[in-house]
């Protein structure tokens, strides 16, 4: 183990050279390679801080279980690599895996095989599968390769589990993991068993709930758990090697932001005090209820999981409290995050949208919104009072606006003057020196790119006119239909003639020249030019290869290209050019090609770096400046490693890190990082105090009694025969009857996205994933069900997918149940008692029910409370009944079933194959209206010299139209 870590470490001489390690030095922390060494040494959960490098360590474990010369193969004598799949992780991660190998230099054919749903059929895969190799595939599609054998458990090496904390008893990857596990055990002839190495850089979510790292533990079979926050030593000694500068900026908000700040805080404080008083059944914590917390994402979760289990109970005026204090915790994000007009939209649209609904925001009424709205008002235009004219006795407005601009955007001016003039002082860098500006999403993004081009007054005018437009739509129509200015308010009339002023300001107006002003010459030559054409005639003299006409065609390109290479003059000169070189030939002018010195300005958002992209990008780009205009915790360390592993003779990274003092994105910023904290000393401290988890297979369950009896020809005992499978605990004797209850269940392959499967077959259901026309799981030869959630409901009844989908079971079995399963988490109960009225109405689901029973009466409604009820429902139905013909189960609702559908025609009447099949291709046709069109007609010729009437009567008016427009058609000319 000791030498396996050897190849994954960096920065120690003593260890091999690098043309024999997996990964070249320089390229991971020397941590990851210890927490390398560790997992590799014991399966276990790893919990590392985030940001820290997760999808780096999760790489290393590739690279070396695909390396047949060197990895794992290598050790332990196998011909092949070894076959390992890699879970949980999302696309692009899958996509940032591959980068990073690549950057390693891994070899194509050491890469890991993407399986998704494009890979082909299971034989296939299977194909994939016997050649070994590491997998990132979907957990679909592999629980589904699982009980259709096409990866066998015997020949599946372990397994790399991403996003551990997602894992939980009932999710599809717990649902591999046993089959996997148990499988594996049973069918190893040296009691080997897989492994199962679990990541997560989420320990807020791990530490949630009750015992909730014990349970995600006992899911995956580990024992194990492995902690790696950011105040551990390896991890401090080593990003604190070479730390990078860093220039900490806390920027006041301006006097109306703190305003409106209170404001909304006021309006929460408002909000949280009527919810109390609304829920006076609930026992709410006043520590989460809390202003500093509302600021927070989880200050949602906090209050959805208090209201759960009595929503059905809530008033319409408490549910709508409780979507307002979602919408004034966005505005805490969006008065830091947008600009002022942006801002004024934005409440403005909220204002609009409560009038509109029957249950309006009742904060709205209150002082805090006035002055929300006034401040706000305030930051973007004022209407101030002329004085009275001679001319007018009555007193005129004028508006001017302000368009405050963002104090970050002031100090991001003044940071970035900052760097050019350091960047001045040093002496001339050999090609362009980078400056990354990370901002949170791509909108922030293009408007400091704006800003830093076009300066405050024009970026904020272009804002400015769009609103203008969009505003002033409905002044232009009420001006139009009243027939002039009086129909509008004094405000209105302001703001329709700011539009014109705004667009001029941008736009401008063509100045004509008149009397003595000057007027430029149409031929003008700059002095520059003039300058250049006079250099090249004295280098050309005494050249007798150059003609006048070479010349002069000469003189013009240089021109062309000098004009082309002239940049505007910005707000910021962060280009210069470089020598030119003392050779002063014409061929080297030409073809000379020069590194050029500048800087560069580069603006990215966090949100285009998903997954693991953030050290791509830093290596990509090498910056030696990094402002960071928002602040992200998972991008801070990924400059710290990138730091660290920099070479010793490079220059540290300047990074300068931009904050609003006392404003919600501090607050955020530093509850991220104690929530983290805090996280991770209760996962040290359980450590310390937890038990050593005993991962039993459950072997008395059914599934593990019939695996033991079917699988290898073993016996169904334990310990030689001395223990039975089950105890019957009346008569104290083992039991020696083989069970006859049925357990065959077909189960549609896109079922497998719910927790059901998992729990039906953790209750001893035997599951066979196939995919079905109709219905979702077929129990027996006459029950099939349709389940449906409740969202899945709600839509199925919008689209009207829900009336096909009974009619298809109600054609094809004896008894079609609907199925409704419910969360567990939340009230059993399908509406509120308040909603339900006495009329029936369109919209109302109670009222799409009734209906759907009176067209189905065969339709049988099962009401479920979880999964495991709906388990309890499905082993009752199946007690009386034969077991499913799983065949016959995927044959119906096919095309194969033609010949049932058309079998209802008399036997005396003989049926010309070769037109019925001509039939089932006509335009429209199928398989459902031929019955109805062979009764009318007795040939296709019958068929086709029908009226448009008769054949709208006869296939209906769709097919009808499209059955007359095909046999009157023309060919076309050849």
């Known amino acids: 183990i000791e030498m396996d870590s050897k190849k994954f470490r960096k920065g120690d001489d003593s260890v091999e050279s690098n043309d024999q390690s997996m990964i070249p030095t320089g390229l991971m922390p020397s941590y990851l390679a210890e927490a390398f060494s560790e997992l590799y040494s014991e399966d276990g959960l790893l919990v590392l801080g985030k940001g820290l490098g997760l999808l780096s360590l999760v790489a290393s474990f590739c690279r070396f279980y695909g390396d047949v010369s060197e990895g794992f193969a290598s050790e332990s004598g196998l011909t092949k690599p070894p076959l390992v799949f890699v879970l949980g992780l999302r696309e692009d991660e899958r996509t940032s895996l591959i980068s990073i190998l690549e950057t390693w230099g891994t070899p194509p054919t050491l890469l890991p095989t993407m399986v998704t749903n494009e890979s082909g059929q299971g034989k296939d895969r299977a194909l994939l599968y016997q050649r070994g190799g590491v997998f990132c595939i979907t957990t ?110 806390h920027q006041e908000l301006s006097p109306k932001m703190k305003e409106i700040q209170n404001a909304i805080a006021v309006a929460v404080q408002t909000c949280i005090r009527q919810l109390k008083n609304s829920t006076k059944l609930i026992d709410w914590n006043d520590e989460e209820l809390s202003v500093e917390n509302c600021v927070t994402k989880n200050f949602d979760m906090t209050i959805s999981r208090q209201l759960q289990k009595d929503w059905h109970r809530l008033k319409p005026e408490t549910k709508r409290l409780i979507e307002d204090l979602r919408s004034l915790r966005t505005l805490f994000q ?145 001006t139009k239909n009243s027939g002039g200015m009086t129909g509008i308010t004094e405000e209105s009339r302001l703001l329709l003639e700011e539009e014109g002023r705004a667009r001029q300001l941008i736009y401008g107006r063509r100045k004509r020249v008149r009397g003595g002003g000057k007027r430029k010459a149409l031929n003008q ?87 693991n992209q953030a050290g791509l990008l830093l290596s990509d780009l090498d910056p ?119 357990r065959e269940i077909a189960v549609d392959v896109r079922e497998f996205r719910s927790a059901l499967p998992s729990v039906l077959h953790q209750g001893g259901m035997r599951l066979a994933p196939v995919t079905l026309t109709v219905g979702d799981f077929v129990l027996s030869k006459v029950h099939c069900i349709e389940r449906k959630s409740l969202s899945d409901l709600f839509g199925s009844f919008a689209s009207g997918r829900l009336y096909s989908q009974a009619e298809s079971m109600s054609k094809y079995y004896e008894c079609p149940c609907l199925l409704i399963e419910f969360d567990p988490s939340k009230a059993f109960c399908l509406v509120n008692e308040n909603d339900i009225g006495i009329e029936i109405r369109n919209d109302s689901v109670t009222s799409k029910m009734v209906l759907l029973t009176t067209h189905f009466p065969k339709l049988r409604i099962l009401w479920s409370r979880s999964p495991h009820e709906t388990l309890r429902v499905f082993k009752t139905l199946k007690q009386s009944h034969e077991e499913v013909d799983v065949d016959k189960a995927v044959d119906i609702g096919q095309n194969e079933s033609v010949e049932a559908l058309l079998s209802e025609v008399s036997d005396d009447d003989e049926i010309n194959e070769t037109a019925r099949d001509m039939l089932l291709r006509l335009p429209g046709v199928s398989v459902h209206n031929a019955r109805r069109i062979m009764r009318e ?14 054949l709208k009567r006869v296939a209906g008016p769709i097919v009808g139209q499209k059955l007359f427009t095909f046999f009157r058609q023309k060919f076309g000319a050849t």
């Open 140 to 249: 679909r599609i592999l629980i589904v390769d699982l009980l259709t054998n096409v990866a066998n458990s015997k020949d599946i090496e372990g397994m790399l589990v991403a996003h551990a904390e997602q894992v939980t008893e009932q999710s599809t990857e717990g649902f591999i993991i046993r089959i996997f596990q148990t499988q594996k055990q049973l069918c190893s002839k040296n009691d080997r068993n897989g492994f199962v190495k679990a990541f997560s850089e989420s320990p807020e979510t791990i530490t949630s709930g009750f015992s909730k790292v014990d349970k995600i533990m006992k899911t995956l079979f580990v024992k194990r758990l492995y902690l790696y926050p950011r105040f551990h030593c390896a991890i401090v000694e080593e990003l604190e090697r070479r730390a990078p500068t860093v220039d900490e900026f």
């Open 937 to 950: 007609c007795d040939s296709i010729a019958d068929l086709a010299q029908m009226s448009r009437e008769e």
């Open 624 to 742: 030696k400046y990094v402002v960071l205009y928002d602040a992200e915790i998972s991008f801070v360390r990924a400059i710290e490693i990138h730091s660290s592993l920099q070479d010793k003779s490079q220059e540290l990274i300047r990074v300068f890190f931009m904050l609003f003092q006392a404003s919600a994105e501090e607050k955020s910023f530093k509850l991220a990082l104690e929530r983290e904290k805090n996280a991770f000393e209760k996962l040290i401290h359980h450590k310390r105090t937890m038990p050593v988890p005993l991962n039993t297979l459950a072997a008395t369950t059914q599934e593990m009694q019939l695996a033991l009896d079917n699988v290898n020809g073993l016996s169904g005992t334990y310990a030689n025969g001395t223990l039975p499978l089950a105890v019957d605990t009346r008569t104290r004797q083992g039991k020696s009857t083989q069970s006859t209850e049925k």
């Open 525 to 611: 030559i700059p002095d520059y030019v003039r300058k250049n054409r006079r250099i090249a005639r004295e280098k050309s003299r005494g050249k007798e290869t150059s003609h006048e006409d070479d010349l002069e065609r000469r003189a013009v390109l240089d021109e062309a290209v000098q004009e082309t290479e002239r940049e505007p003059d910005g707000i910021f000169p962060i280009s210069c050019g470089g020598d030119s070189g003392n050779d002063d030939t014409d061929e080297s002018r030409w073809f000379n090609i020069q590194q050029r010195s500048e800087l560069r300005l580069i603006l990215k958002s966090y949100s285009s770096i998903e997954g």
């Open 334 to 478: 969006y008065l830091i995050n947008d600009d002022c007009i942006q801002f004024w939209k934005l409440i403005n649209n909220i204002k609009t949208t409560s009038a509109s609904s029957r249950y309006p925001s009742m904060w709205l009424l209150t002082p805090a919104a006035d002055m929300l709205f006034r401040k706000s008002k305030d930051r973007l235009y004022k209407i101030l009072k002329q004085e009275k004219s001679e001319k007018s006795t009555d007193p005129s407005f004028r508006l001017q606006p302000v368009l405050e601009e963002s104090p970050k955007w002031r100090l991001l001016k003044h940071i970035v003057k900052e760097i050019y003039e350091d960047y001045s002082k040093k002496t001339k860098c050999i090609g362009p020196v980078n400056v990354l500006i990370m901002a949170k999403d791509v909108r922030t993004v293009v408007a400091l790119k704006r800003y830093l081009v076009e300066g405050k007054e024009k970026a904020m005018t272009h804002t400015w006119l769009n609103y203008l437009q969009g505003y002033n739509d409905r002044s232009r129509s009420v």
